[in-house]
């Protein structure tokens, strides 16, 4: 059971390191606009989204369900 959980992590996160360097590969990241935004080629929801989700944690999502 273990394994399977470990194998779904490292499947996610190996992909999620994939398309981070595929959406990055031609952007000069020297530059602050470059490192923070990722040279303008993320979009308003792809920001937003990892603004909100960054600030969840367990405890808001268990209140939630109350």
């Known amino acids: 059971m273990i394994w399977i ?9 190996i992909f999620v390191m994939w398309f981070s360097w595929y ?3 031609g952007t000069d990241l020297s530059s602050s ?8 080629s993320l979009t308003g929801i792809v920001i937003a989204s990892s603004l909100i ?5 367990t405890e808001q999502v268990v ?3 109350g």
């Open 5 to 13: 959980i470990l194998a779904s992590f490292l499947t996610y996160s």
């Open 33 to 40: 606009d470059g490192y923070f935004l990722g040279g303008r």
């Open 63 to 65: 209140g939630l369900n």
């Open 53 to 57: 989700l960054t600030n969840l944690s």
């Open 23 to 25: 959406k990055t590969r």
